[in-house]
């Protein structure tokens, strides 16, 4: 377990939740913003992109009031994506990527809550100096929480991410712990 925010808790991915992730990720309506609705993924597939040791990447399950409705990653930026974003090499700068797999618990505060419970956690118990994020520019939504959490624009990364078969603009935040 990461942490627990009242009814939230982040806790880490275990094997049986591949499951969930399939269930999500197979979900169009989750998919519009996540991986794109032409990217499904079944059981086989999570495995092998969710249960790949990546150095450095921690994958989250978050649970609401002890039901599983999403899923949250952290890990420390590498050096070459500090390059490429115009940080320095001597900053401890966090990202993380993270969706609400369950639609009945969109639009309740939840997302606020798992975003401004994990940039606490980032920046008290792993020493983070910046948390960013790469939302696509069209997630409104998305950004709109995120920017509740105290994010800031800083850039557009043109054509960053391949989804539904064409680049997507998307913005480069940062929460910045001054």
């Not at 929480?145 to 624009?153: A, D, P, S, T």
Request: negative net charge.
């Amino acid at each position: 377990m990461f942490f627990i925010n009242g009814n939230l808790t982040v806790r880490q991915l275990e094997k049986k939740d591949n499951y969930l992730l399939a269930k999500w990720l197979s979900d169009p309506t989750v998919l519009e913003f996540y991986e794109g609705r032409d990217n499904h993924f079944d059981l086989e597939k999570v495995n092998n992109v969710f249960y790949k040791s990546e150095r450095g990447q921690v994958r989250c399950i978050i649970e609401y009031e002890g039901c599983d409705i999403g899923y949250i990653q952290f890990y420390i930026l590498d050096e070459e994506s500090k390059e490429a974003y115009g940080y320095s090499q001597k900053e401890t700068i966090y990202g993380t990527d993270q969706f609400i797999g369950e639609p009945d618990y969109w639009n309740k505060g939840i997302g606020t809550l798992l975003v401004s419970s994990m940039v606490q956690f980032l920046i008290e118990q792993k020493k983070a100096d910046r948390v960013v994020m790469d939302p696509q520019v069209r997630n409104e939504r998305a950004i709109k929480c995120y920017e509740k959490c105290g994010f800031k624009k800083v850039k557009i990364l043109l054509k960053q991410e391949l989804h539904e078969g064409v680049f997507q603009d998307c913005w480069l935040i940062e929460y910045h712990n001054n």
